[in-house]
DNA sequence: CATGAATGAGCGTTCATTCAT
DNA sequence: GATGAATGAACGCTCATTCAT
């Protein structure tokens, strides 16, 4: 997996399994004992880096009186686990767009994110996004979240204000 | 350009050119006497929809006193758009994510959302996204934008009601 | 001819019949307006060029007693034919291997070397080759100034002395 | 290697690799496990023949007073893998003219023919080709072995005696 | 279970040739 | 006769997948 992502990153999706497997240290014909197909190990990897970034953004999270604070907390381990993993993010980032990930996975994956789908309607239906549909508010959160990770990644010398900048924005958007 | 639009939204840009050609109703060989090569195709069709995408965005737009006016009217022309073409909006998205698209043409089609950017600045500037940098401001309302279309494309029956919700997020994210 | 000539010395025959279209000026469909198929292309220049090499050879030939003057004229003129010409000649090697030449072709073009086949054919006799058959003879005198012909272009600067030891070997190899 | 060589007889060099991978009993795809391009099994292909041909016409070479004897003896080699391999002579000759032999290909065959230049140097200073290049004197040379074999291949009957002639020229040339 | 050679379908691209204008 | 866009067969090469060892 590791090695996957790895090589996603720096050959895209079309990155032979061959090369892959060598970067995983084994042979090429070995990829296929633990993956049916390329395909399969592509949405296997895509669970798995899914449910680390929800486990990630999640982490510590307790329910608590003041939702601000309860967002930012999240906020905060999201982004931390993104400019952690800059690598993971770009290969979910090219895997979710992929056209090779299954409804299946999407529907998997999505399960994951229950407790953060729960914050992030409770916070819908405490603000200004009552009236706009479930899916769109949390579309709408997590979009302002991509953005603000691509550029904390993006350019890591003013990472903190982009974090803080960026929460104010959500913040300012939902409430 | 309209073959390869279509082709590329059912079938990705992994879809062979022969397909292309096909759907354009050529022999596979003349698609390779317009386009140099299927790289070359990507990249004029990328500049040709994001530019004509800028140009309706940008339709019958006027420098006026009303800020949240102009911006509306930007919003709905770039709304219209979308839903109008959705097959070129979702053929965009996936050249642009596709690293097959050079910076040379990305430097170019910037170029032709000049007076967007523009008109982004100005709302940044005298807003809230004041301290936020030009880069930031302008990739936060864009995803605002994007992720309201994803909605109203997906779910036609409140375009109309999207549409005017994303606008009312986007503008209170950023006044 | 020309363009052909040119075009096959720097792109070989492989060289598209295109880029020998363009060479000559004139539209790539055009070129079957006067040559069948590049193979028949090929056919006529083969004939061109041999032909035009026999008659440099032959230039102000004439019938006298001495075997050895003879020889010699002709082997300065076909020498100076050679450097004076390298891409014809070259052309002409290229082809004369190339599988594409048919044996009419070849006959025919056999026929416009009869003057200096019959020297050729009295050197033999009236030498020591007089045991070896007609065609071999032939075939040892021609390699003998071809290679000298080689060593004249690729070496200008010792071309005459090239020149002159080569027949020198020439003529005591026959005689 | 052997299927190569068959092919480009029959085929010339412009015969697909498909073919050859035929030839070899292989599938198409398995050709380039063991070569990484068309022009690389070429290179080997040459680098082989060439090989196999320098120790066929050095086989049982032992450095003697009689520079005559020596000569016939390797001539003889020669004259005889020629006619025993005509189809590795007529691809090496293909090989040789082709274009898609490297210069470092061409260098490394050199090497493996270091003796028998050294015999050709030999017989160049000690007869009459003396003030002839190293160079012209080895084409020369060589150009005439390849004369005889052409006339051995040829004429399968008068194989014998056009050997003897053509050493016998070859002799009188050099000596 | 691990290996890596073998497979062969598939793709991007080329180019000799045709033919409507 | 000249043009050059259109054609489509052909080719070199790749790579996901298989399977004998």
New binding site residues.
């Given amino acids: 997996m590791e090695a996957a992502t790895r090589v996603i990153v720096t050959q895209g999706l079309?990155?032979?399994?061959?090369?892959i497997a060598q970067e995983a240290g084994?042979?090429?014909?070995?990829?296929?004992?633990?993956f049916?197909?390329?395909?399969d190990l592509f949405n296997q990897l895509y669970l798995e880096l899914k449910t680390g970034m929800a486990a990630a953004a999640l982490e510590g999270f307790s329910v608590g009186s003041d939702l601000r604070k309860q967002a930012f907390h999240v906020w905060s381990n999201w982004m931390n686990w993104a400019t952690s993993n800059p690598e993971k993010r770009r290969a979910l980032a090219q895997l979710g767009v992929s056209g090779e990930i299954t409804p299946a996975t999407r529907a998997t994956a999505q399960k994951t994110m229950a407790n953060l789908a729960k914050l992030m309607e409770q916070m819908r239906t405490h603000g200004s996004l009552s009236n706009a549909s479930k899916g769109f508010a949390a579309a709408i959160m997590n979009s302002l979240a991509e953005t603000t990770m691509d550029f904390m990644i993006h350019d890591p010398a003013n990472a903190k204000k982009h974090c803080k900048i960026g929460f104010e924005i959500f913040w300012r958007a939902i409430s």
Avoid: M, W
Wanted: glycine content about 6%; overall charge neutral; charged content about 10%.
């Fill in positions: 079309s990155a032979p399994t061959a090369t084994v042979s090429n014909g070995s990829l296929f004992t633990y049916e197909t390329k395909t």
